[in-house]
């Protein structure tokens, strides 16, 4: 079946922009979330969802990121007034993540490269 | 901020060699998972070792785990030219929290 899509896949904006990366996961799958991954980096949690329900934010970096998944599907991350330190890649990962599971495995999207200007 | 570190940053091997990464982490954990990443793709899960688990296999792939020193190590056996790719540690930690803490990745590259 068709994994978790991204999209844009490449995303140029200028310093002051906003944007918005769009979140397929896999279908049924109960969680989601967003990683930043800068370059020569590993992915650092942003933000995570469980169902509509956004259980946790901790990892937004600043008021100009913000997360939703009104139906509990597809999830947007807006981000606004970008700043050249946003440059990243956003990864999004779904998780058919249950009350009584032990293990939490994640399958990740192919990213949005975003370049802030 | 990243969950540990990640050694050798970067290793270089030929093809048919074995290559050993190693990672160390900060805070008790649920489980450790090795997920490998392509150039410009996603993560791909390879293997997952549970806290009370020492060791594990899966194909070429060989994983330990030593809690008492916050740390695991990924063994990839008969190294391909395929498998050139960064190999990133993620930890799931006991406080419940779903997300996955990564390690700063080792790239490995395999010459054919």
């Known amino acids: 079946g068709a994994g978790v899509s991204q999209s844009p896949r490449y995303k140029v904006a200028k310093r002051g922009q906003d944007v918005a990366l769009r979140c397929d996961p896999i279908s049924g799958h109960v969680s989601l979330f967003w990683y930043q991954q800068a370059l020569g980096q590993g992915p650092e949690f942003l933000t995570y969802?469980?169902?509509?329900?956004?259980?946790?934010k901790s990892g937004l970096p600043s008021d100009r990121f913000f997360a939703e998944r009104p139906e509990g599907s597809v999830s947007t991350l807006k981000i606004q007034r970008t700043q050249q330190e946003d440059s990243a890649v956003y990864l999004c990962?779904?998780?058919?993540?249950?009350?009584?599971?032990?293990?939490?495995?994640?399958?990740f999207g192919p990213g949005t490269r975003l370049t802030v200007l | 901020s990243q969950q540990g570190e990640e050694d050798p940053q970067a290793l270089s091997i030929q093809e048919g060699e074995n290559a050993t990464m190693n990672c160390s982490y900060k805070?008790?954990?649920?489980?450790l998972q090795w997920y490998r990443q392509n150039s410009g793709r996603g993560l791909v899960h390879l293997i997952l070792?549970?806290?009370?688990?020492r060791e594990k296999h899966s194909g070429r792939l060989r994983v330990t785990l030593d809690t008492s020193k916050k740390s695991s190590s990924l063994l990839i056996t008969a190294s391909r030219a395929a498998d050139t790719a960064s190999y990133f540690c993620?930890?799931?930690?006991?406080?419940?929290?779903?997300?996955?803490?990564f390690g700063s990745g080792t790239r490995l590259q395999v010459q054919p």
């Open positions: 990962a779904s998780s058919q993540f249950s009350g009584g599971a032990s293990y939490n495995e994640q399958f």
């Open positions: 070792i549970r806290s009370n688990e």
């Open positions: 805070t008790s954990i649920n489980n």
């Open positions: 993620a930890t799931d930690g006991v406080t419940g929290r779903r997300a996955l803490t």
């Open positions: 969802f469980q169902n509509e329900a956004q259980l946790d």
